[in-house]
């Protein structure tokens, strides 16, 4: 079974930084993209930032220049490095990740959500 498994959310002042991490675990072959999306209340799940297997990204507008994503292939782990955060960064921010299984066979995972607030 596959797992995301998130963590370093928290409470943070703006202007502050955070580093999110997301491991995938379970029995893969291999990963393909990997993301982070986010979702504050009353508002619809969005795409902050998004990596390929070759390393090239894409981000929101909003998050540019501010939010790096990255990942280790070899600890099949995303990161997301957040500075600079401004109170309309408050939201659960959730992994997800494209996953080559066995038997050819390949599926999209989502983490179980982390935390993060700013505070003004």
């Known amino acids: 079974q596959v797992q995301l498994v998130e963590s370093g959310g928290g409470l943070v002042q703006a202007g502050g930084s955070l580093r999110l991490s997301c491991a995938v675990s379970g029995s893969i072959f291999g990963i393909n993209a990997m993301a982070w999306y986010r979702q504050a209340p009353g508002k619809q799940r969005e795409l902050v930032a998004r990596i390929t297997s070759g390393d090239n990204t894409n981000y929101a507008d909003s998050v540019k220049g501010r939010f790096t994503i990255s990942r280790d292939n070899a600890k099949n782990t995303v990161y997301l490095q957040m500075n600079s955060l401004k109170p309309e960064d408050t939201a659960v921010y959730y992994c997800?990740?494209?996953?080559?299984?066995?038997?050819?066979?390949?599926?999209?995972?989502w983490g179980q959500g982390t935390q993060v607030t700013v505070s003004s």
């Open positions: 997800n990740a494209d996953v080559y299984l066995p038997a050819w066979a390949r599926s999209d995972y």
